[in-house]
């Protein structure tokens, strides 16, 4: 148990390797799901859903048992059993599956990302001449032109890479944070879908309005992000 608490750790500094990152995201994704339902349960709708799932044979005895007490002027009874185990399976979702990874094959935006600062930059460098023939190659062979030209000296993994450690780690953290963001996007955009539906406009507005902020943050460039994330 005492190890499952220390996996909900805060997730704050920079990952080591690819699968810290992995568990980073996961983790802020759980923080970020269970804020969410906790917000989402003040609409007497939503919570009305919320208590109909905690009814489910099996549930229903784990939710008496987890009980959370009330502390002062806070009901922390409204962040009950529907809540974590929906921040669970958000958790889980985003790890097992490697979510950012099929929001970037969606948007292509590590195959953008590395044909345009990694590959084609190493290509001009080298002195070659590109045709147009060469640069779509790029495109078409970008996954194991990566491994050969760029993972195979600027991995997390390696001991001995030829890029500085400082430099992967950071590159690590700032695609965290990008993979973050966008993964919050996601969860928010789900929960002002629900908040319309339950018609609770100022859930909707409270939803909107911190995606628009980390639209922001998401936006932020990752010039220096060239390592695996």
């Known amino acids: 148990m ?42 007497p709708w939503i919570d009305g859903v919320f208590k ?21 002027s806070v009901d922390l009874a409204t962040v009950s059993v529907a809540n974590v185990v929906i921040a669970l399976a958000t958790m889980l979702f985003s790890r ?19 044909h345009a600062n990694i590959l084609l930059p190493l ?16 495109k078409r062979d970008r996954s194991h032109l990566m ?19 400082h430099d992967i780690e950071s590159a690590l953290e700032s695609w965290t944070l990008f993979w973050v963001a966008l993964e919050g996007l996601v969860i928010l955009t789900a929960c002002a879908l629900f908040s319309a539906i339950a018609a609770s406009a100022w859930l909707l507005i409270l939803f909107w309005s911190v995606s628009v902020g980390i639209s922001a943050v998401h936006a932020l460039p990752l010039r220096q992000a060239g390592t695996k994330g």
């Open 2 to 43: 005492d190890s499952f608490f220390r996996v909900l750790t805060p997730f704050f500094g920079a990952p080591k390797n690819y699968q810290e990152m992995l568990w980073k995201i996961a983790v802020a994704d759980f923080w970020l799901a269970l804020i969410c339902t906790f917000l989402l349960r003040y609409d």
């Open 96 to 114: 097992t599956t490697r979510f950012h990874d099929l929001l970037s094959d969606l948007f292509g935006i590590r195959a953008r990302f590395d």
């Open 52 to 72: 109909r799932l905690e009814e489910l044979p099996g549930l229903k005895e784990f939710s008496a048992l987890a009980k959370l007490p009330q502390i002062t």
């Open 147 to 165: 491994r050969d030209t760029f993972y195979k000296y600027a991995s997390s993994t390696k001991e001995n890479a030829l890029v500085d450690k």
């Open 123 to 138: 290509a001009l460098t080298s002195g070659a001449k590109m045709t147009a023939r060469q640069v779509a190659n790029i």
